[in-house]
């Protein structure tokens, strides 16, 4: 004869545990669980960027440098031909140097900061994160522009209450263009150098020195200035915020040193992203 032990789970009329009721919320293992979109991953790689100290810090510090160019532009650079279109250009010179941090630091903080294994459980499609993350860094580009902008508006109106505005706020939309052009690219660079290095102080000395070796180099060996004109970034991309735009020879540098600078790293550090043991 055997005797049948009956707990709270298996008493008569009740359902077994682990068997949810109609609305209570709670799921069984096998229930479909809806992947997150793509604009929610790039509201989450922005948020990642801005939530930290560090990261709002070096936000609010390059707002800052900009704040202070205007500043010194205004009150101590020259009294003629000050126009709006020259202070964007002054915005470029800083935010070029400046802009690439974000990037790098977008594409490689995580592995500084050991997330990567919490990151990618989360999401295992690795090309998904990557992608997000270039897309938060020219988000965060756009708005720091943006408002970059509204402070060279600001110096202009106060250059023009100074009596030193001769140029007026007239702006060539193909160097308005090529501005912004210049800026994404220079920060698709800074996450392309941050996704092969995955190291952010590195990713930020390599951007920084090797771009200054590959320019010096011709001034120290003249007989290879003419193949060093398809290395230099700086002085191709320089061309995009010219007066009258790229000429044809320009544009085949810009495409030459685009492919060096931004796609080969990127290329390279998308497969090491995607194939490196996460920890």
Do not use: C
């Not at 092969?196 to 001034?219: D, E």
């Not at 320089?238 to 020879?249: F, T, V």
């Amino acid at each position: 004869m055997t005797t049948d032990v009956l707990t709270e789970s298996t008493r008569p009329g009740e359902k077994a545990a682990g068997s949810a009721r109609p609305g209570s919320g709670v799921g069984h293992a096998s229930d479909p669980v809806s992947a997150i979109s793509f604009p929610a991953r790039v509201a989450v790689e922005t948020r990642k960027m801005v939530d930290t100290r560090s990261g709002l810090g070096l936000l609010l510090a390059i707002l800052l440098i900009d704040l202070v160019a205007i500043g010194i532009f205004t009150f101590a650079g020259p009294t003629e031909s000050l126009g709006f279109q020259d202070y964007l250009v002054i915005l470029v010179n800083v935010q070029a140097v400046l802009l690439p941090i974000v990037g790098v630091i977008a594409a490689s903080g995580e592995w500084s900061q050991r997330t990567t294994l919490q990151t990618f459980a989360l999401e295992p499609r690795r090309g998904r994160v990557i992608a997000a993350k270039l897309v938060a860094a020219l988000v965060l580009m756009v708005a720091i522009t943006a408002i970059s902008t509204v402070f060279a508006a600001g110096g202009h109106a106060l250059s023009q209450a100074m009596g030193n505005d001769t140029a007026g706020w007239g702006v060539q939309w193909d160097i308005f263009g090529g501005v912004i052009a210049l800026l994404a690219l220079i920060t698709i660079m800074g996450v392309a150098f941050g996704l092969l290095l995955h190291a952010p102080a590195v990713a930020i000395v390599g951007f920084l020195l090797l771009p200054m070796v590959f320019s010096t180099i011709p001034l120290l060996i003249p007989s290879v200035s003419g193949a060093f004109e398809w290395i230099d970034f700086q002085a191709a991309w320089n061309s995009m915020i010219g007066d009258g735009g790229p000429s044809a020879g320009e544009w085949a540098r810009i495409a030459s040193t685009t492919a060096i600078w931004v796609v080969a790293p990127m290329i390279a550090g998308w497969i090491r992203t995607t194939r490196r043991e996460a920890a």
